[in-house]
């Protein structure tokens, strides 16, 4: 597995930290989490963007 360096604020990785604590896991595993759900989500919006052009684009050949 790779590792990534990244540089945040102490506020956040604190915030971070808290949950992960709470959900009883790593930091690495809550981040890991959160990027993905980040990566669906823009993958959902894109394909809702694709669809709503290509119905605007049909209204339009019309």
Known sequence: MARVLISMPEEF???IDNVADDENRSRSELIREAL???I???KVRQSTTASKNADLLEDLLE
Do not use: E
């Open 40 to 42: 669906y989500r823009q």
């Open 36 to 38: 993905r759900t980040y």
């Open 13 to 15: 990785l604190s915030m």
